[in-house]
């Protein structure tokens, strides 16, 4: 018996005890600093990690075991409290080493905002990548209130980043005017309201793409995911976006990483916001990584 | 600095401070005294202003930002505990100075037998109107154990003074017999379970027509909107409301008012009911008031 | 006045009082002692009753009232806690006695193993049954860590009992490698996901069976029924499920009975759980006992 | 096995199967139709019996257990819904009979208006008899918003009935002053904020007298009952209650009916509320019924 | 009528409709941006009005009745979101204009730092002021992670700017050692865990002085406070800090204004902690504003 | 950087990298599969390890900082689902590796009986112990129908190991006739509905004894720690528990290992129960562990 291995109930299901030995990698980033209205999802990611115990193992989506992917549960990133920057720079070198390791980085947020240094480390490594984007807020302010660091700015960035033609929104219902105008005029893709749809026209094109995805619980309905900090009504179901997933696992993309962001469980008493987004996670691990 | 003007957090979101050049009127009617089963829509109103703070002032479905509207957030209309009688002639009292004064008069309820003393004063102003109800149930009846006063009447009552051709009830799945009796003989529209399929139907016909709008939140299934007094499952979903709004929005109906009630938010701790209730509002102003 | 018949509140609505002269009988079966994840459906069985306070007694969908069907509300059958073999046994001689009495059972649960002692008395009467089956989990297993006795269990021992070309189950989503295989070589049927489109076809081929129906409330989404123990996202709507009901309602299969398992109120602070339970048990009162 | 028996869970727990043997009847009052704040208590009497089913049946504050008292549950009285006129009525009806029947009749609220013809009753048959009372609030107000039939006002309909001389309050913290000064003028009783130490000093004045005891659950602090509707902040504990329960056992009071109501669980996810009113209950059960 | 007043249910009960003849003004500062665990206090102004409602007007603890004191509730300041330095500077604005006008200013919080501002204008104008804290922390840290501006400081900034022997902390039971050790040497007065008992000794030496009072609602223990951010198991009752407050109002100090901050409500679904909450205000009103 | 200690957020706060130092060792027992009324410990561990997050690290209690106790967070001991036997003996055989290592056992639950398998290890090692309980339950059952693992024994069971005259009980007030006649016969110690007081009387007389504690966090009053399975009106407060903990702290008796038990988390959306329970193990670290 080794007593400090005893970590069940701490991880994701069926997390491997070997770092190196591992193709993903499962971390948390619990930081929601920036965010505006509801906070909480700083306890995001631990509760996903909670929900996984009630998780069947075997996907009949993907008929696929989660024995059959090697994938380690590293915990959340020490992130410096009420500190944007700093929080941002401890993630991307994180990522950095991650990727640098040849890991698949697969992150539970924490406020969307943790996405944006997980972009940057990414395109570092793959410089023609693309990005999947599903949310119900546009997220392309440049700034809130004055700050650019900011919940509502990171596909803004990735914009600027890797190219506005490189990158891909799906489900928005929410923005300002300016956020939908630079939608339209600057090159990039976005699909309003659905998600399923629009995606299976648009994988073709993104055929032997590498492809990072980044999803907003919220792109999912309240009804389906009330513990968000931002809950938008008029989104779209679960079932939809396990078909999502579903379609980019059978499509010939390369996913080199991806997140699921802003689950906050305090505004959720029935928990099926983090059951839901552990099944998620599960599709992803059994469907993206390969 | 003016003390007497700080209400922010307790008027609807980007309330104009003006009421005489106001173009509409958002009011609340906290009354629930008829209510049978689970009563507390009295809370209602001040939730969905409260919720009005997370909200987005652009909406991409009308693609207009609630700077473009002129509205005035007038508060809630004081109402005499336990006495509907005096409440509604309160009301309608009330209903009939803002509309003497041009108001686009926007109700938040509190139960739905509000709505009864409102149709009265708007159709005193406007004698060819019709009646665009939205609903779980079909609130046809004459009166309830007894008592006409009830929360279960109010459209019977409007088919008996507008007529019941010019009544049009949408997404109906709850009712006595003899109320859907009723409304197959007496020559009024009822769809039965959906609404925004038959609204493009119906919509046409009432071309040119002034049309006032009363939706009960319960037309919603209760996973869109649980908090509410008498759950109905088998409803529609926020997106399919949110398309009946903009159906409406852009069809040649001229829409004179509006109401949203029953929203009870004691029922509902994750709060997603007032948060998509503030939206509806929202979608509203944006869509109806010209 | 007689003293020991108010049990008004306690019973389903419009329960009748006379045993004897009843159709049918609703019997509770408060077990949940073989739960692995979330616990707590013991107390679904009465705040179903509770919640049918709240229910309109007429059905638009069935065109038909509570006062055209005769059935008692016999309460919850008393089990000894903490063991299951003892309980299944009392179930079993429970639902023998109902069955020789000529009774329709209806039966609300608790866990879905109590449903497996109720199919071995319903097969016996019935050695013909057919067997339709509604959940999001497969319940193929042969046995859950070592114990046979166990809620994944029961329609992998009904196969074994009325042989699987007679099971049907619908909207599955959720088990082991092993149960899918099952499900496939076996010769059962099986409609992963969706409830009403198969079930559409496969009613026909049903055509005068007997047939015993079992729901799991887990087969809607979490959104729609999340107080349930094993919430599964991706599940069916309410308006899917009361459609199916309907389906059979109006198929030529004859229904010998039927139970709806694995409300766990807990889980539902918003209490919409229950409530459209109850909906679902005055829907098959009205639309399959006959 | 007999059918009509098995209402394990929805009585209180070890009620017994025959009403002529029973020394006590527990009865149902769910009424709450004259509630200014917080509605909800209809639902108090049936939550309070199944949160019963947790408890243990002996108790070591009386070191006696419920096998030796012989009760019976009789299950909620009937009431006309929103009607408090016809409710009332009936409620006083129904205790007529009962008393006529010589039993001890133990109420569960409902709102505190119940008591009131409950008070009635037994005045008829004990025309010297005392009241208790436990309480926030005073309940003296003549009527409320012009209305006489108020759950505010039954504690001064019992003064001019039986006389403020033989009305003694505890633990009131809340009221109009014109009730505190009635309070001060008329000659009743009445103990501010504390139960146990002025009830200790009054119980010997009132050796050998017949007492009625009529528990408002909010006089305990909001801590230890938030499931009610006007909670009131800076009450007693449980154990304040508990002790105030077993003073009047080991007195020579003589008491000869008592009721707990204001029990709303929908404020109270946590349970707590109905779990302790369960275990008053069966304190009251235990002491009081000899 | 004037439709520019029906503000009933959005300001506390009773507000008189005009500000210049009032003798005190409530206002919320609906802050929460440098809180560490669980965010939202910012909800906490609108929820306690909103609370006020269910409130008796007359209070035993005073005798005393909210229309003998005129006060004026004007809404929430406008703060700028997630920017502590200008927020901070509005407050302090706002104070000096409301303090010019010899109102007595009595706020709502929001986190405990909206109290530094209100503390400095104070000072501003009674250079001899003391300060009485009630509290669970010690709120004596220089900085908080490096900042200056953290809710964990405002306690040491008021021993800085009033000097540590005019600074009065009760009930503290939670700090780093260094606030502990800065209480012990400072030469300010801390009382631990208790409130009522020490006030008892300290207010003679306090007599005739002006003083300001902080509250945080976490003073009191989690049972009678859940919904607050920082919940410190082991605090006073509600009745203790009723009788608190009931001391300083019969005391011979002068109290110049005061504040109730840290409510958050959504940790409390049984909304006991804003009812207690506007008590607490009612009480303030009536034992304070002279 | 090391990916695989990044475990922030899982374990307790402060818990050290390095098992081996460690003097202190916190194990989690997640089991609850012998509870009667309402399941839900198993998540317990888990959710006090979250909330420690929110403590300050030094107590004023203790006048003790965590960096002054060496301990280490070991997670949740893997339990096979369902089955107390082999769930007790992996315990037990965990508990004799542990103190063969010379650690100071701190166990979380989980049920009850999850305490019996520790305490036979440390009788094991310290054959002259005595068993301090503080509990509302006297847990002195010999079986639960039928079954003598059941979570009502462990108390009786350890009378049987180590003589009743080892065993005192504290806080108790809930038990069948039969535990309180053992308790008064065998000559173990029993103080009821207190903790505090005879705590205090009996430590000088356990002064020099070796010592395990295990606490039952419905000691207490349901008003303080909601979120448990078996809430029993009545107990005390967490004031006195904290003091109970510091008497223990301050006596003679050698404490060497202790636990915390019964933490139910779902039923308590405040969240006050996990961050109480997490305060008491932060003042067992600094008081107990020497």
């Not at 996984?52 to 959340?76: C, I, K, Q, T, W």
């Not at 991650?98 to 480390?121: N, R, T, Y």
């Not at 055929?207 to 995805?213: A, E, L, P």
């Not at 059978?250 to 552990?278: R, W």
Request: aromatic share 10%; charged share 25%.
């Amino acid at each position: 018996m080794r007593f400090d291995e005893g970590y069940s109930g701490k991880v994701f299901i069926m997390s491997r005890p070997d770092f190196d030995e591992a193709k993903a990698v499962i971390y948390g980033m619990p930081m929601d600093w920036t965010v505006s209205f509801r906070p909480g999802s700083r306890f995001g990611p631990n509760r996903i990690r909670e929900a996984s115990l009630g998780l069947e193992e075997y996907s009949p989506y993907m008929d696929r075991h989660l024995e059959e992917v090697n994938y380690f549960d590293a915990g959340d990133i020490p992130l410096p409290f009420g500190n944007p920057k700093r929080s941002l720079d401890t993630i991307q070198d994180y990522l950095k080493q991650l990727l640098a390791k040849g890991k698949f980085p697969l992150g539970l947020g924490g406020e969307h905002l943790v996405s944006w240094p997980v972009i940057q480390a990414v395109y570092e490594k793959y410089p023609d990548m693309a990005l999947i984007h599903m949310d119900a807020h546009a997220d392309l302010r440049e700034e809130y209130e004055g700050e650019p660091l900011s919940h509502s700015t990171p596909v803004r960035k990735a914009c600027q980043l890797i190219g506005p033609e490189n990158v891909y929104s799906f489900g928005i219902r929410s923005g300002m005017r300016e956020e939908f105008a630079y939608a339209k005029d600057s090159g990039m893709y976005m699909a309003r309201y659905e998600v399923a749809k629009p995606l299976r026209e648009i994988l073709p094109k993104l055929s032997g793409k590498k492809v990072y995805v980044t999803i907003d619980i919220d792109v999912l309905d309240p009804a389906y995911a009330p513990g968000t900090g931002t809950a938008e009504a008029g989104g779209i179901s679960s079932k939809e976006l396990l078909e999502a997933i579903q379609l980019i696992a059978n499509s010939n993309v390369h996913v080199v990483g991806a997140d699921l962001v802003e689950v906050a469980p305090i505004y959720d008493p029935t928990e099926q916001t983090v059951i839901a987004a552990s099944k998620f996670i599960r599709e992803i691990l059994l469907g993206w990584v390969k």
